[in-house]
């Protein structure tokens, strides 16, 4: 949660880029506020005013840079259109993306209000991004689009937190399937 509104955006926008440069360079665990400050040339007490910790300044550079993510554009068939939602999430959960997902979960597992910090500002907006998919083409009660939302995510943040297996273009294909095939039929109901 922000402490306050930043003085600069120039600061905000050089400290919310070093944060990923040095997420990717060094991870989550050894990125510090301080080093955030040396890297910038901004005052540890600047960053501190606008962040109260390293985690809610990594989850305002995360989330920025998820909002570029590009929307997928309707097809015209759900399940291509779920295989091209399921692709593109698979490139990102498969690069540093992912990592820092694992580790901003992982404080949110340790922090309820963390993680609804989390679940607010990024996890609900992937989450209606794959909800515009769904309702392309049908009408769903709120538990069943809920449902088909959680059918095509689960097994994806499965494997990422678990990793047991890829993330590959197979099984997001057999997701994507699964998830129409079960779209399908809560249509008919």
């Not at 689009?145 to 890829?166: F, K, M, S, T």
Request: charged fraction near 25%; charge should be neutral; glycine fraction near 4%.
């Amino acid at each position: 949660m922000s402490t306050g509104r930043p003085r600069n955006h120039a600061h905000s926008d050089a400290a919310k880029e070093a944060a990923l440069h040095l997420l990717k360079e060094q991870g989550y665990a050894a990125i510090s506020m301080e080093g955030i400050a040396q890297h910038t040339g901004i005052a540890k007490q600047t960053l501190y005013r606008r962040w109260k910790s390293k985690r809610d300044l990594i989850l305002d550079a995360f989330v920025d840079q998820a909002d570029r993510i590009p929307l997928v554009p309707p097809t015209g068939n759900l399940q291509e259109d779920l295989r091209l939602y399921l692709q593109q999430t698979a490139v990102l959960l498969n690069s540093d993306c992912g990592t820092t997902n694992r580790a901003l979960l992982a404080e949110g597992l340790q922090d309820a209000a963390f993680l609804k910090e989390l679940r607010e500002k990024h996890l609900i907006k992937r989450r209606n991004r794959l909800a515009e998919i769904l309702r392309r083409p049908f009408q769903f009660s709120a538990e069943q689009e809920e449902y088909l939302i959680d059918l095509a995510l689960g097994p994806v943040w499965y494997r990422l937190l678990i990793q047991n297996a890829p993330l590959n273009e197979a099984f997001m294909d057999q997701v994507a399937r699964d998830v129409a095939a079960a779209a399908l039929k809560l249509s008919e109901t």
